[in-house]
């Protein structure tokens, strides 16, 4: 029966859908599998977040020629994605790198590209191509996959574009026993990417970072390089620095060597320490050495001590560290720590004691192997007998950042396994945490300085208190900080990595990753069964469905009791996992089979793991009577809400009641009724009211009932008796705590514990303790304590004898089932005094003297002691005096005493007594002992001794400290020995007693020192040593002796009559201060005289001298011991003085308009004073200033100088002075001359014109200004013409008359004239003229004046025709000339019936448009009548003008329209070129056709015309003028097209010469035709001239035409010739550009003058006229006079004078031959090499008659070549030469002195300088010469052929205002080039072609000898240079140079030519020829630059008056513009060519 039974129920199970056993499954049956342990679950993790395998750098530096590739080396499974991203600076906001993996990056020009790997890679660049948000931003990459996302630290890109740099190093200056500092320089731009490595002394070792080879040596982090303690001998050592260019790793020396500069020791004088070197931060890496600069200067040399300031609790303590005596090192050292342990107590260090870290070489300390504790405030302190001087430093600490999580805690149960994946994420940090619980990340991070440390989580910053769950904490520790992110209750969105990044202020970053994974899930319901009603007998399947990790275990209830698989057999439950294992899902089945009534109830599956449970429930009901299931009995608490279920099966019930003992319920409001499941609620319970028996009873519909019942017991709560909440006790005392519950119901249970930790209570009258610590770490009580349990509710605790560690947190519990409650008693226990550790302080304590020393007493008690301390010098005191805090003593925290520095008098007995108020005091006793190091002191710091005196020198030093000492003297830090010096020095060690106020032993040594000599001379050291330290003191002995003489002595300034010296002091005084110097010198005539100065003064005169005077110069030094030697002697010249005497017989003749001549004779001889280099002219106008500089010529009587470019009709004062080398003479009187008048030179001002009438003009003006009218004016002459340009003119008309007129003019004598007779509404031309007695002057700027309108003249020409049947046409010709501006046409009309004018009418027309000049009338009447029509012309500002003629016209209504033509034909003149439309409207019946006609020649085929389009036709013929310069055409096929076009018009393209005669347009249809009638006149330009040579002068040429204009040959019906208006003409030199000039139509002859002379011209002349120009005339070629210079050599004179180093040559024998010479040019070259380029010395121009050729070499053959050129070509001579030798003059003259120099040259030490320094000044001339002999010929930029470009202007000293005393000040401003002649490119063709240029070579002035160039005013007969000063005030006087015309503001005055700057020519060293078009605006300061200003060949008049009467003239198209050509000091440069 069983078996049937589950046979059923299987097939139930089967049919309700029950789940068998997957036979894929590894079970291998279908039994249903068994419930899975809560605890047994595995967790796998299969997929692996990104991770960092190495951290990025977190800078990166790259030049653009080498690119950079940046890796992101990142593991993850599955493999990650990797991208980057970049900062840009905008708000910090991190954006996505654009990259283009294949080509180009985002960046553009492939600058960027990403890898496969994800690697970034920066490729080369140009540093064009530079962007700085691709090569200057931030960095970062980002890593992804399923799992989550990281980012990376960010990493700074720069790409360094480092410029070229040099590296040196600096001298520094320093004395002996002091430090030098050696800097490495480089420029700051690369001073980033610049670290110095190393040093390198002598080329040989190598100083690295804090390395020292000989202890001497530093080298600190900032590059430097400390030599310490520097001695002799140092200062003949190299130091190169080598550095490290880290972006391209190239590794650089420095070019120059650095010498330490060693002060003498006489130079040292007494002075307090100055610090010049210290820094006040230093940043150092843990390990790192770190190295505090402290150098100084001072003497006596100072010590050194080193402290450290540590923070305390009063302030700050300097705690002394190290010290350094004058000249050793005091330091402890580790052979005294082993000696004696005990002095390891005596220091209080940085580091907690003398740990051997701390040395001091020189004033620099040097920590090594930085920990952290070494970071604070240091202070080093340099004192000596002068003063005390402290610097700080700060030492940061450095440390790497350093981030790592560790293990991190769960809140989840049970433990769990974490599988990985193999490989290299075997470390891989995964942490796996349960759904639902609390997990902490904890970071430890460590770095310095401390960084900022935040969360980020899939790379995204982590948002903290969004949702309550996530909060940070932190704590700090000894080593690493620890931040802590906590989470709780872990969701599945908390999945992910998570990063902890940490970030500090210096820029760095570090970051640690991990995977948070959640491991286990609560369970979570996926299906559920309902509820149902089923009948009885059926069988039902309950079914739930629920995941969770682990699996789930599901349990079923009925009613709140559990059902087992046993409960029946008709009940079967199961449960099966689903899926894959770790799929956590998992079904359960509750089958029952035949229900029954009690089977109903309500149902509920629970599923559950370790990390939660989940339920649900549904009720089953089963139709049949009640039935209630029995109930168990029920425990309530009281106080708390119970709901008491009814188990009621059966369906269906009407109600349930509940019944307390009989009575119903509810009683009160406790009690409540559910009215769904009939549940009775009782909140809250009452113990007393609700415990009893309650029953509950369902009802049926049958009213049948069921009935159970149910005991409920109530329990109370437990509540323990009110306690002390403390107990104060003392120690030892006893301790008894009772525990009471006063209510609660049994079983009860209570407890006590201590801090946490539970105290087991004794079973039976033992004692017992407890045991081990709580969780939370409370501390353990002693055995003594016990629990004893009085009773079930009473618990007492005992402690028989209380300790400190019985205080705490005592807390009794008590608990039931119906609750638990605590109370807790803190109990103090005061405890007396004790020591620390049971350990008192030491008895006896050493320290050494200076030191610090910390005297511990560490006490503890409750409440915390108080600590006094006491001093007393003897053990056996009555009284011990009580220490307060002071100076050197300090009170600590922790009660310790520090005494800092010891001091001997701190040696005693300390006694601390610790003091609490319980118990008794405890104290100690310690007895410190303080040991002496040593003490040095000299009896005195400076000692002098005469050289070589044998009373000997006793140095003596006292020395105090502990014995032994040890005891020895140095000389300049060298130890001394017996033997040393011969044994001249001797010492000798005397002990002396000890002293009862001083701490240890005296001793006392003694250094003698006999018969002194300059080697015993230096710094004397007395240094003693014992185990406690080492000290010095020094004494500096100088051995005194007669000062050397003084140095480098030089002249500083020479004038004519004193001489200004300079000087350097002594290299050695001898040890006393120098007195005084002496300075002798001696005159030609031997008389030595002699100047004292004092000793403090390095410079002197010497006045009352002689000027141009050979002096013999030399100086001594003296002090008290003598006078020194004489130093090297100096020969002296005086310079010149400025002459004292004027020119004499100064006069004026010749005079003209523009000029005259001066004439006077030199200054007295005995007034000159010295060579006259030239005379100053200068003219004097009152408002213009004129100085001109005149060379002067040796052995000249008389001196004329014509003046040009002068003011017509000005008076001039005129005065000269004689000027030299030195500055200007006085002026000789003045003469006062007047010009003559001339025309004038400004038009008249402010002309005007007023319109009267249409045919009248008023003109006014202003007359020019009295400046430039250049004489009394005579009258004025208005030239006036009208503006009509010739287009198309009907015949007969006006202007058909004036096609050859020009203009017409009038001459009065007032401002004002009346022009009448003028066209009406015609503009016309208005230009005035001043004339003088000389003639006409400039003509005003030509204005544009209008006549006034008047009436409209009536239309010429009317003509109607019949348009339509209804319609007519009226059309008409305008009046050709129109007087006024015709707005429109109105047309009258009239018929006249039986003789009366009847229905007239008015019509208006457009004046414009394409219908204008017509008018159709429309809406006739259709009846025949006659019309008569009139037109007149109306005009906007005149009205309407007079009617023309009557037309009358007989219309006949007809539909049938004749063709018309409605055009108006007439005669017509038209320019030749002109394009030309005739138009031909023709109106009628279609089909109508039109065909043009020339003279009877049918021009086209017939034209179908459309007549409704006459708006698209003109009326009146258009005409398109010619274009400009049109040749002249005469054939026909030059002629334009002829066309009709579409609307019947003729279109002429171009008329030509044939293209005139009579055109007729007809046109017809079938009813009729009509026809216009043109005749055309083409007007022709004139015919071109006959040109001829008249005559020629050495600047002029003549020439002469004829016209061939013949009007009756020419002109006839169909051309007419058109009168010339002015002739151009045009010339030029041979191959160069076009100069034009016009000339007025009544000439036929003109001069054209300022030309070259000897050069040979073209010429051209050209007809104008108003139609246009006529072809070129024949080419005439002529030539001007003249010809090249020519030699006339004398035998019996020499050109030549020769001196060993200059030749000087006589130019008087060259002849110009008609041409004025313009230019000498002056060329040598060594004899012997006739293969090598000329050498240019200079160029000279007349009057100059001798040139200086200087820089020779004595004895030596040379080749000179002397060029003469004028405007006609040029000629050379050539001249061989040999300089004479050179003569030792100068010992000459030192031989034949007097006597009292012969010890001066004598002297092997004065004799052997000067011929060394005349040999070396000899080498030093050849060199020179060579370097320029053999310079490439490419050094200097020659005058190019091409025409200078751009604004070539150059000022020099002229623009500056300058006198000509300040031209040794003028310099050159650009590199620019204004050829003289045509030469090549960087070539001086004309100067030898590609020779080199000398260094002595002076260029005057040379002019081009194109004409164009040649506007010079001035004679350039005389070489000159100009002042020009303006009459204004303000105004500097500006000079200006005779070589080119004068300054532009005067030639505007004269040519009103457009204000230009001044322009200059030289030649400036360039490098390649290409330097020659560029701009002056680029200036240069090249010191080879040679100037070479420019000479016109000669000046005229003629040009200038031409040119303003016949206007500017052109020069290719371009005016011609003069050049202010500025000049150098020639005179100043022959003068240095002299000297040199």
């Known amino acids: 029966m069983v078996s049937l039974v589950r046979l059923a129920a299987l097939l139930i199970l089967l049919l309700t859908g029950g789940l068998l056993a997957d036979n894929n499954n590894n079970n291998n049956n279908n039994n249903l599998i068994a419930p899975l342990s809560a605890n047994q679950h595995v967790v796998r993790v299969t997929a692996a977040g990104p991770r960092f395998q190495n951290e990025l750098p977190s800078e990166v530096t790259f030049t653009p020629d080498r690119g950079f590739t940046l890796d992101c080396p990142v593991w993850a499974n599955p493999p990650p994605q990797i991208n980057w991203l970049t900062s840009k600076g905008n708000g910090g906001m991190w954006t996505a790198v654009v990259t283009d993996s294949s080509s180009s990056g985002g960046g553009g020009n492939n600058l960027m590209t990403t890898s496969a790997n994800g690697s970034l890679t920066f490729h080369e660049f140009r540093p064009e191509h530079f962007r700085p948000d691709v090569h200057a931003a931030t960095y970062r990459c980002s890593a992804f996959n399923s799992v989550g996302r990281i980012l990376s630290t960010p990493v700074r890109i720069r790409a360094v574009m480092l410029p070229p740099f040099e590296v040196t190093v600096e001298n520094p200056r320093v004395g002996r026993g002091g430090t030098a500092v050696f800097r490495c320089s480089f420029p700051d731009s690369v001073r980033d990417y610049v670290t110095v490595t190393s040093w390198i002394q002598d080329n040989r070792y190598d100083i690295f970072l804090t390395s020292s080879q000989d202890g001497r040596h530093v080298m600190l982090a900032n590059g430097e390089l400390h030599v310490v303690g520097v001695r002799q001998g140092d200062e003949n050592h190299l130091y190169h620095c080598r550095v490290l260019v880290q972006p391209n790793g190239q590794t650089m020396t420095s070019l120059s060597a650095g010498r330490m500069i060693l002060i003498p020791d006489s130079a040292m004088t007494k002075m307090a320490p100055v610090m010049v070197d210290s820094v006040g931060r230093v940043r150092v890496w843990r390990g790192q050495d770190a190295v505090l600069p402290c150098v100084f200067h001072g003497y006596p040399p100072p010590k050194i001590k080193w402290y450290r300031s540590q923070t305390v609790q009063y302030g700050n303590l300097l705690l002394p560290l190290v010290t350094s005596g004058a000249g050793g090192v005091q330091r402890m050292s580790t052979e005294s720590l082993n000696t004696h342990p005990h002095l390891l107590n005596s220091a209080v260090g940085a580091a907690g004691g003398p740990s051997g870290r701390h040395r001091l070489i020189g004033g620099t300390l040097i920590i090594t192997s930085v920990v952290?504790?070494?970071?604070?405030r240091y202070v080093c302190s340099v004192n000596n007998s002068m003063g005390l001087v402290e610097s700080r430093t700060e030492l940061v600490f450095r440390d790497k950042l350093h981030v790592r999580i560790i293990e991190f805690a769960s809140a989840a149960q049970g433990q769990q396994q974490i599988h990985s994946h193999s490989g290299p994420t075997a470390d891989q940090h995964v942490q796996v945490v349960d759904a639902e619980t609390s997990v902490t990340i904890t970071c430890l991070y460590s770095g310095s300085p401390r960084p900022s440390v935040s969360w980020l989580k899939d790379g995204q910053r982590y948002l903290l208190g969004n949702s309550g769950r996530v909060y940070v904490s932190s704590a700090s520790g000894p080593e690493d900080n620890m931040i802590q992110l906590s989470i709780a209750s872990v969701q599945r969105e908390d999945e992910g990595m998570y990063q902890c990044l940490a970030a500090n202020d210096e820029g760095d970053s570090a970051q640690a990753t991990v995977q948070l994974a959640i491991g286990a899930f609560p369970p979570h319901l996926k299906e559920t069964f309902t509820r149902q009603i089923l009948h009885p007998g059926s069988s039902v399947s309950l079914k739930c469905l629920a995941s969770g990790i682990p699996p789930p275990h599901f349990t079923w209830t009925l009613d709140g009791s559990p059902l087992l698989p046993s409960v029946s057999e008709r009940y079967f439950l199961g449960q099966q996992q689903q899926g894959q294992e770790d799929a956590g899902q998992v079904v359960a089945h509750l089958n029952i089979s035949h229900v029954r009534v009690e089977d109903g109830g309500n149902y509920k599956c629970v599923a559950e793991n370790r990390v939660g449970r989940v339920e649900h429930s549904a009720s089953l009901h089963i139709y049949g009577s009640p039935y209630v299931r029995a109930m168990s009995t029920v425990v309530g608490v009281g106080?708390?809400?119970?709901?008491?279920?009814?188990?009621?099966?059966?369906?269906?019930?009407?109600?349930?009641?509940?019944?307390?003992?009989?009575?119903?319920?509810?009683?009160?409001?406790?009690?409540?009724?559910?009215?769904f499941n009939g549940s009775l609620t009782i909140d809250p319970l009452d113990k007393s009211s609700d415990a009893g028996l309650y029953s509950c009873e369902a009802r049926g519909q049958n009213g049948l009932s069921a009935r159970q019942s149910l005991q409920l017991n109530i329990l109370d709560a437990p509540h323990i008796m009110a306690m002390a909440d403390s107990a104060v006790l003392n120690a030892g005392e006893r301790l008894a705590l009772q525990c009471a519950v006063v209510k609660g119901g049994l079983p009860l249970t209570v407890s006590w514990s201590f801090n946490g930790q539970i105290i087991a209570p004794l079973s039976s009258g033992g004692s017992g303790g407890s045991g081990g610590s709580n969780s939370g770490g409370g501390t353990s009580t002693s055995s003594s304590s016990s629990v004893r349990l009085v009773n079930e509710f009473t618990a007492t605790l005992t402690i028989e004898s209380l300790t400190g560690q019985h205080a705490g947190w005592y807390v009794c519990r008590a608990a039931n089932q119906g609750g638990r409650a605590e109370s807790a008693v803190q109990v103090i226990v005061q405890v007396p005094p004790f020591w620390v550790n049971q350990q008192p302080p030491a008895e006896i304590l050493q320290t050494v003297s200076g030191h610090s020393v910390e005297l511990k007493c560490h006490v503890h008690g409750v409440p915390p002691p108080q600590v006094v301390w006491s001093f007393a010098k003897d053990k056996m005191a009555d009284k011990y005096s009580p220490i307060y805090t002071s100076s050197n003593r300090t009170l600590l925290a922790n009660q310790s005493l520090v005494i800092s520095p010891v001091d001997v008098a701190d040696a005693g007995f300390y006694q601390c007594e610790a003091s609490n108020g319980v118990g008794n005091n405890i104290n100690a006793l310690m007895a410190l002992q303080v040991h002496a190091p040593p003490e040095v002191h000299l009896n005195q710091?400076?000692?002098?001794?005469r050289r070589g005196s044998l009373a000997g020198t006793v140095l003596k030093c006292s020395i105090r400290g502990d014995p032994p000492l040890n005891v020895q003297w140095r000389k300049d830090s060298i130890p001394l020995d017996a033997t040393w010096s011969q044994s001249r020095i001797v010492t000798r060690a005397q002990p002396q007693p000890p002293s009862p106020t001083a701490a240890g032993q005296l001793l006392t040594s003694e250094l003698s020192v006999t018969n002194a000599a300059a080697a015993d001379e230096g710094l004397y050291e007395c240094a003693a040593s014992n185990v406690y330290g080492e000290d010095g003191d020094a004494v500096f002995l100088q051995v005194q002796d007669v000062p050397q003489p003084p140095l480098d002595v030089r002249v500083a300034n020479a004038a004519g009559r004193r001489i200004q010296l300079e000087w350097k002091p002594p290299a050695a005084d001898g040890g006393n201060p120098i007195q005084e110097f002496v300075v002798f010198y001696q005159s030609p005539n031997g008389d030595i005289r002699q100047e004292r100065t004092s000793a403090n003064q390095l410079t002197g005169s010497i006045v009352n001298l002689q000027p141009a005077t050979v002096y013999q110069v030399y100086m001594t030094a003296s002090n008290s011991l003598g006078q020194s030697q004489p130093s090297l002697g100096l020969t002296v010249t005086t310079d010149e003085e400025a002459p004292e005497g004027p020119p004499l017989q100064l006069g004026a003749t010749s005079v003209t308009s523009n000029g005259f001549t001066l004439s006077w004779a030199p200054p007295a001889a005995q007034l000159q004073n010295g060579l006259i280099q030239s005379y100053l002219v200068t003219i004097d106008s009152g408002r213009m200033l004129n100085r001109t500089v005149l060379p002067s010529s040796s052995g000249t009587s008389s001196y004329e100088y014509t003046v040009a470019g002068l003011r017509p009709n000005t008076n001039y004062m005129a005065y000269v002075q004689a000027v030299n080398n030195q500055g200007t003479g006085p002026a000789s009187p003045s003469v006062s001359v007047k010009t003559g008048e001339s025309a004038p030179e400004e038009a008249p001002l402010?002309?005007?014109c007023v319109s009267l009438s249409s045919q009248s003009l008023q003109i006014t003006w202003q007359p020019p200004r009295p400046e430039f009218r250049n004489g009394l004016l005579r009258g004025y002459r208005i030239f006036y013409e009208p503006l009509n340009e010739f287009l198309l003119f009907l015949a007969g008309t006006p202007e058909q008359t004036d096609l050859g007129q020009a203009g017409s003019s009038q001459t009065t004598t007032e401002l004002t004239v009346f022009l009448s007779g003028l066209q009406k509404f015609s503009n016309y031309s208005i230009q005035v003229l001043a004339f003088t007695g000389s003639g006409d002057g400039v003509k005003s700027v030509p204005l544009t004046c209008t006549t006034e309108e008047d009436i409209p003249e009536m239309p010429t020409r009317l003509k109607i025709v019949q348009s339509g049947a209804d319609s007519l046409t009226v059309s008409w010709l305008p009046h050709p000339r129109p007087t006024g501006r015709i707005t429109h046409f109105t047309v009258y009309s009239k018929e006249i019936e039986r003789g009366q004018d009847v229905n007239p009418?008015?019509?208006?027309?457009?004046?414009?448009?394409?219908?204008?000049?017509?008018?159709?009338?429309?809406?006739?009447?259709?009846?025949?009548?006659?019309?008569?029509f009139q037109v007149a012309a109306v005009s906007s500002q005149a009205g309407e003008g007079p009617r023309s003629s009557t037309v009358s016209f007989t219309f006949n209504p007809t539909n049938k329209i004749v063709a018309s033509v409605v055009s108006i034909g007439s005669d017509y003149l038209a320019a030749r070129g002109s394009r030309l439309i005739l138009p031909c409207t023709a109106l009628g019946d279609t089909p109508l056709q039109i065909s043009w006609f020339q003279d009877g020649r049918q021009l086209s085929d017939w034209l179908n015309l459309n007549p409704l389009k006459l708006g698209e036709q003109i009326q009146q013929p258009w005409i398109q003028p010619p274009p400009p310069q049109q040749p002249p055409e005469s054939d026909e096929t030059a002629a334009g097209l002829i066309q009709v076009l579409t609307n019947g018009s003729l279109s002429v393209g171009r008329l030509s010469d044939t293209a005139g005669g009579n055109y007729t347009c007809q046109a017809r249809n079938r009813h009729g035709q009509d026809q216009v009638d043109y005749l055309l006149t083409v007007v022709t330009p004139p015919p071109a001239p006959q040109l001829r040579f008249a005559a020629s002068n050495w600047s002029s040429i003549t020439l002469q035409w004829s016209s061939n204009n013949n009007p009756a040959e020419k002109n006839n019906n169909r051309t007419r010739v058109s009168t010339p208006k002015n002739f151009i003409v045009k010339y030029r030199p041979r191959d160069s550009g076009w100069t034009e000039k016009i000339l007025p139509a009544v000439w036929r002859s003109v001069p054209i003058g300022d030309l070259n002379c000897g050069t040979e011209y073209e010429f051209l002349l050209i007809s104008s006229s108003r139609v246009g120009n006529s072809s070129s005339s024949n080419l005439v070629a002529a030539k001007t006079k003249g010809s090249p210079p020519e030699y006339l050599p004398v035998d019996d004179e020499s050109d030549l004078i020769l001196t060993p180093t200059s030749c000087t040559v006589d130019l008087i024998h060259w002849q110009d031959r008609g041409c004025p010479i313009q230019q000498f040019v002056f060329r040598f070259r060594l004899a012997t090499d006739s293969v090598s380029e000329w050498i240019i010395a200079g160029a000279e121009s007349p009057p100059q008659q001798t040139f200086l050729l200087g820089g020779l070499i004595p004895a030596r053959d040379y080749a000179v070549r002397v060029t003469a050129i004028n405007a006609a070509g040029s000629a050379q001579r050539d001249y061989t030469i040999r300089t004479p030798p050179l003569m030792d003059s100068h010992s000459r003259s030192v031989a034949s002195g007097s006597d009292s120099l012969g010890p001066l040259f004598s002297d092997p030490r004065v004799a052997v300088p000067m011929a060394v320094s005349s040999l070396a000044i000899l080498l030093t001339v050849v060199t020179l010469l060579l370097r320029y002999r053999y310079r490439s010929g490419g050094d200097y930029i020659r005058p190019d052929s091409r025409p200078p470009t751009g604004n070539m202007n150059v000022r020099t000293y002229a623009d500056g205002g300058e006198t000509p005393e300040d031209s040794n000040n003028s310099t050159l401003s650009g590199c620019q080039k204004r050829p003289p002649l045509p030469m090549d490119s960087c070539g001086l063709s004309d100067y030898g072609g590609a020779d080199q240029v000398s260094p002595y070579a002076v260029f005057p002035s040379l002019m081009s000898?194109?004409?164009?160039?040649?506007?010079?005013?001035?004679?350039?007969?005389?070489?000159?240079?100009?002042?020009?000063?303006?009459?204004?005030?303000?105004?500097?006087?500006?000079?200006?140079?005779?070589?080119?015309?004068?300054?532009?503001?005067?030639?505007?005055?004269m040519q009103q030519q457009p204000e230009e700057e001044p322009t200059y020519d030289y030649i400036a060293?360039?490098?390649?020829?290409?330097?020659?078009?560029?701009?002056?605006?680029?200036?240069?300061?090249?010191?080879?630059?040679?100037?070479?200003?420019?000479i016109p060949a000669r000046s005229t008049w003629n040009q200038q008056q031409q040119q303003q009467h016949y206007g500017p003239t052109r020069h290719g198209g371009h005016s011609s513009s003069p050049h202010y050509h500025g000049d150098w000091n020639n005179q100043e440069t022959l003068a240095l060519s002299q000297r040199l």
């Open 639 to 675: 106080g708390k809400r119970l709901e008491l279920p009814c188990p009621v099966a059966g369906y269906p019930i009407e109600g349930i009641t509940w019944e307390k003992d009989g009575r119903r319920l509810p009683l009160n409001g406790r009690q409540r009724l559910h009215p």
């Open 1401 to 1428: 009418q008015k019509w208006t027309a457009p004046a414009n448009g394409p219908s204008s000049g017509r008018l159709e009338i429309r809406n006739l009447r259709p009846r025949r009548a006659i019309f008569y």
């Open 1965 to 1990: 060293p360039c490098a390649t020829s290409a330097a020659a078009g560029r701009s002056n605006k680029q200036l240069t300061s090249n010191p080879q630059s040679v100037f070479v200003p420019i």
């Open 1905 to 1949: 000898s194109g004409g164009k160039n040649s506007s010079s005013q001035f004679s350039s007969s005389r070489r000159m240079k100009t002042f020009v000063v303006d009459g204004s005030k303000d105004s500097l006087p500006v000079e200006m140079s005779n070589y080119a015309p004068p300054p532009p503001s005067m030639i505007r005055r």
């Open 372 to 376: 952290p504790e070494d970071g604070g």
């Open 1246 to 1248: 402010n002309v005007a």
């Open 941 to 945: 710091d400076y000692m002098a001794v």
